[in-house]
């Protein structure tokens, strides 16, 4: 089965600065999906970045970038200029390419932002 | 807005109840999903219905039960709730292409008292 792992419950960034999460996985896949989930005060799930297993190129979007090891089973996402409205809890998320699966996620890691 | 609806938004009942909690995925989405967060917990994937189909189950109780209706929308059906049951509740929808992200609805905060 797979399984998600974020080893980094919590992290903390000052205001402005760089922070990098972590994620492992497991899988015997080869094809699959990577997601990076955003879960602030309200509760809401919000979809941050996504990444193809087959696609070399991390994927960017704005602020959040990823750093996807396919061979080390590592995607960890890298939020730049950290803003107060990035406090909240981030989920790392598996998808495998068999059509229509649920996605499996990690425990999340809380990240505070220090003014 | 995610275009995912759950009714209710929130829901307090007695332990020993039965509660059913709605969902109403994106326009032209056929697949939904239920997932159960308790307390500052991950997600736990609870069953997924594809067009009507249940396509994929993960822990789900068997004091719970889901279906899909023609419609698409979605009811999970909790009952003989335990104190433990209280959680958020999410739903969440994807199109028939297996490359799309999940798409979550608010969720519905259940408290068993």
């Known amino acids: 089965a797979q399984t998600v792992t974020q080893s980094q419950p919590e992290m903390s960034v000052q205001e402005a600065e760089t922070v990098t999460l972590s994620c492992t996985y497991d899988?015997?896949?080869?094809?699959?999906?990577l997601f990076w989930y955003k879960q602030p005060p309200s509760r809401q799930m919000i979809l941050v970045i996504r990444?193809?297993?087959?696609?070399?190129q991390n994927a960017t979007e704005n602020r959040f970038s990823v750093n996807f090891q396919k061979a080390a089973k590592s995607f960890s996402l890298k939020i730049s200029d950290s803003q107060l409205g990035d406090a909240a809890m981030y989920f790392c998320?598996?998808?495998?390419?068999?059509?229509?699966?649920?996605?499996?996620f990690g425990k999340g890691t809380r990240l505070s932002v220090i003014a | 807005d995610s275009g995912v609806t759950q009714t209710p938004k929130h829901l307090i009942t007695a332990t020993g109840q039965r509660v059913t909690l709605r969902c109403s995925p994106r326009s032209g989405d056929l697949s939904v999903y239920w997932y159960q967060q308790s307390l500052d917990q991950g997600l736990q994937f609870l069953i997924q219905y594809y067009n009507g189909e249940e396509r994929a189950k993960g822990n789900i109780l068997e004091r719970f039960s889901a279906q899909q209706f023609p419609d698409l929308h979605s009811e999970l059906n909790l009952s003989s709730l335990e104190l433990g049951d209280s959680a958020l509740y999410f739903c969440a929808s994807s199109p028939s292409s297996y490359n799309s992200p999940l798409h979550f609805g608010n969720g519905t905060r259940l408290t068993v008292t």
């Open positions: 990444q193809e297993a087959y696609k070399q």
């Open positions: 998320a598996y998808r495998t390419n068999s059509g229509n699966t649920p996605l499996v």
């Open positions: 899988t015997s896949e080869s094809d699959y999906y």
